[in-house]
């Protein structure tokens, strides 16, 4: 397998600071919850998925170090540190996903504290072995859709760096690499934390993909000459009407590929879709203004007080959506009839 983004190592966790990456790659290891929560803000540990894995196993982190044999003050104690999680990002669904399965198991659990210390750890292992086999599949299922010669564009970094392992774009991107099929990949930088730039590219070259990278902004010109075949991008979120919410810059890469007639895929597990939230209350995360004035902190590219906007996500209509992908299948158009079929055959 490609990288190890995150791993639990029985008393601690291990996770690959992707902030440092493509130039340093720095392995950070802790026991304690509240470094993972502050990773997972830095976006050290990003991407839906990963940021899902992260927090249960920070939960975990946490159960390990109670002392103490009172239930109910365990009980207070983990929903303390499963709220903590809940504020470290507001979009990605998969982190309230994770949150919720381990909450429920809490709530109904009437043994010993080592008993439900044993169960978090058990649930937080799981949640990640999940991940790795659903984007394993997710990139199988994909697969069918990619042809030989392909260029496919990506947005962002829906790879192994952002999951548990094999990523969700990238794993079909994978899944037809290893088949065979001799495609090409155009990563776009994704402007302002660069995670085509630093972690797509970055991701595709250590495994020999071919790849190219564009700025955000060469979109338009090259899919105008027929240089994009396919676009594939993940997904923070999909509604169940079919919107997805995913990296800024997704929703203007849609509109494109609609007037160039490019089919535009999204991958994402089951676990990235809302059931409950309806498009106008979905939350966009508003980052800090200096990420857009400087480069990664370092370079200031405007003046310093400048008035930025920076939400990290945009929304894309069911309409420029040509399919999602996930690891039970495909549902093409109608995407919000055949999203819900999809997720009727699931067993929960
Ligand atoms: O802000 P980020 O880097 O966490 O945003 C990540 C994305 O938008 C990804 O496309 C999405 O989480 C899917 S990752 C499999």
């Known amino acids: 397998m490609e990288v190890k983004t995150i791993e639990w190592l029985g008393d601690k966790v291990r996770w690959l600071n992707t902030m440092l990456l493509p130039h340093e790659e720095v392995y950070v290891e802790s026991d ?139 794993s079909i991107i994978r899944a037809a690499w290893y088949s065979g099929k001799k495609i090409k990949v155009i990563a776009t930088e994704t402007r302002p934390v660069l995670q085509g730039a630093r972690l797509t590219v970055w991701e595709l070259s250590k495994e020999g993909i071919p790849v190219k990278l564009i700025t955000d902004n060469m979109v338009g010109y090259v899919m105008s000459k027929g240089l994009v075949d396919k676009v594939i991008v993940g997904a923070d979120r999909i509604l169940t009407s079919g919107h997805v919410i995913n990296k800024i810059g997704t929703y203007t890469i849609a509109v494109v590929a609609d007037r160039h007639k490019i089919p535009f895929y999204v991958a994402a597990p089951t676990s990235t879709i809302d059931t409950k939230t309806v498009v106008d209350d979905v939350v966009i995360e508003e980052r800090d203004p200096n990420e857009v004035r400087y480069v990664l902190g370092k370079v200031l590219i405007t003046l310093p007080n400048v008035e930025v906007m920076n939400p990290a996500f945009d929304i894309t209509p069911p309409e420029l959506v040509s399919a999602v992908i996930t690891e039970v299948g495909i549902a093409e158009k109608p995407i919000n009839e055949n999203l819900r079929k999809l997720l009727t055959n699931t067993p929960t």
Do not use: Q
């Open 32 to 170: 304690d919850y509240e470094r993972l929560a502050v990773a997972i803000e830095r976006m050290e540990i990003r991407g839906a998925p990963a940021i899902g894995v992260a927090a249960a196993f920070g939960i975990a982190l946490a159960a390990r170090k109670f002392s103490g044999n009172n239930l109910d003050e365990f009980k207070t104690y983990i929903s303390k540190v499963i709220s903590r999680f809940s504020r470290t990002r507001p979009t990605a669904v998969n982190l309230f996903w994770a949150l919720d399965r381990i909450k429920k198991l809490v709530d109904n659990y009437l043994g010993s504290v080592e008993g439900l210390k044993e169960v978090i750890v058990n649930e937080a292992i799981r949640i990640y072995n999940e991940d790795l086999e659903v984007n394993k599949r997710i990139g199988l299922n994909g697969l069918r859709l990619i042809e030989d010669g392909d260029v496919v564009l990506t947005h962002c970094n829906a790879g192994a760096l952002a999951t548990a392992g094999y990523g969700t774009a990238l």
